[in-house]
């Protein structure tokens, strides 16, 4: 991953990237995964992105996460922890599989019901996705070097749409 932030119009591509990755984790999560979701910008058809495929695998119970975490280290993941975001364990992925972001969450857990909230608005309201993938492309070029800045410029944005959402 480069150190620059890009935001690129939407690609129907990454629907397919999706599956693949969903289809490379699954034989070993299926006896405890709830689901495996596509989340964050890439899943919203039209919505501009950083070309980057969020992935929420979801299970019943925290037990289950643990079992997930040694799971996904036998495909070559790294766990990260929760990188401060109660409720979700993130994952480095193996060197051989396209860079993607992959979180592991319980089905009660507050952030990943914030990113299927979030997902499921943006897809049943263009006009305010459109809105965000303008918003976004000028943060992206305003703090291309500045990752921290951009996801603080979005935030009243993603908080005024979860507010609606609800």
Request: aromatic share 10%; hydrophobic share 40%; with cysteine.
């Amino acid at each position: 991953m480069g150190s620059e932030l890009i935001v690129v119009d939407y690609d129907p591509s990454w629907t397919r990237a999706f599956a693949k990755l969903r289809e490379f984790v699954l034989p070993v999560l299926e006896d405890i995964v709830v689901s495996i979701e596509h989340v964050g910008s890439t899943s919203v058809p039209g919505l501009a992105a950083k070309p980057i495929i969020d992935l929420d695998v979801v299970v019943p119970t925290q037990e289950d996460v643990y079992i997930a975490v040694q799971r996904l280290a036998t495909l070559g993941y790294v766990h990260e922890g929760d990188l401060g975001i109660k409720g979700r364990e993130a994952f480095i992925p193996p060197a051989d599989v396209i860079w993607h972001h992959l979180y592991v969450c319980t089905v009660d857990s507050a952030e990943y019901k914030r990113h299927i909230l979030f997902r499921d608005y943006m897809r049943g309201h263009p006009e305010d996705a459109k809105r965000y993938s303008n918003l976004k492309i000028e943060l992206a070029e305003r703090f291309s070097k500045d990752r921290a800045a951009y996801s603080n410029a979005k935030s009243c944005f993603v908080n005024e749409i979860l507010q609606r959402a609800t």
